[in-house]
């Protein structure tokens, strides 16, 4: 069963446009990561944030998780055409064993 | 340093046969998880080695097994295919520790069944 929801299912913005994601979770967490995919290929950890921060930023990115909402957001500012692929949010529910959230389809448009 | 590799990167096969895929962690990586993703889903945990064991398990059928070699590559087996068994197979690995951190992932293996 999936954990996390993220929404919207997809969004498509114009090329320097920022781009919001939300993800939405059930369960208490340690900690919540970001994976980006392109199309039909392996997943690339971009980010992880732990269940006693509240804001992380690396690069581009900025994530957000509201423990108390179980909620978390990733915003990516100055999109460009390269950021165009699926992102999902990830929460442990053992070692290692990751729970995926059905993701968001992001288009950046040129 | 080479990253998590797959193998085949596509295979078609038909009802009832059977199919292996193969996974080399990345170097100095002990523990190898794999996973299916379906079109349009998000990635779903099969089962997850460690020390050539399997140490955890989602809820997938016994027609999925796995191994674990010395050398920590992995293989994943899938009997009596069916159609809906078509998918994506994502490979991860990581150090083995208590909380799970970044898992890296190879390209995956495009299973197409007939």
């Known amino acids: 069963s999936q954990q996390g929801e993220e929404d919207p299912q997809a969004l498509s913005i114009q090329e320097g446009e920022n781009a919001t994601m939300n993800c939405s979770y059930k369960?208490?967490?340690?900690?919540l990561q970001w994976y980006r995919q392109n199309s039909g290929r392996g997943l690339v950890h971009l980010i992880l944030i732990r269940s006693n921060e509240r804001e992380k930023h690396s690069g581009r990115l900025r994530v957000t998780l509201d423990t108390s909402k179980k909620s978390s957001s990733l915003l990516i500012t100055a999109s460009r055409a390269a950021d165009t692929a699926s992102y999902f949010c990830?929460?442990?529910?053992?070692?290692?064993?990751?729970?995926f959230g059905q993701g968001t389809r992001l288009t950046i448009n040129p | 340093d080479a990253g998590v590799t797959q193998s085949p990167t596509h295979l078609i096969k038909t009802r009832g046969q059977q199919v292996t895929l193969r996974c080399s962690p990345k170097s100095g990586h002990d523990t190898v998880s794999w996973y299916q993703q379906a079109l349009g889903q998000g990635p779903q945990f099969i089962f997850q080695y460690y020390e050539e064991e399997e140490r955890q398990r989602g809820n997938f059928p016994d027609r999925f097994s796995g191994h674990q070699f010395p050398n920590y590559s992995s293989e994943l087996n899938v009997n009596a295919l069916l159609l809906g068994d078509s998918a994506l197979y994502l490979c991860a690995s990581s150090f083995d520790r208590a909380e799970a951190g970044e898992l890296f992932f190879g390209e995956g293996s495009r299973l197409t069944v007939l």
């Open positions: 369960t208490s967490i340690n900690n």
């Open positions: 990830a929460t442990e529910a053992g070692a290692q064993k990751l729970v």
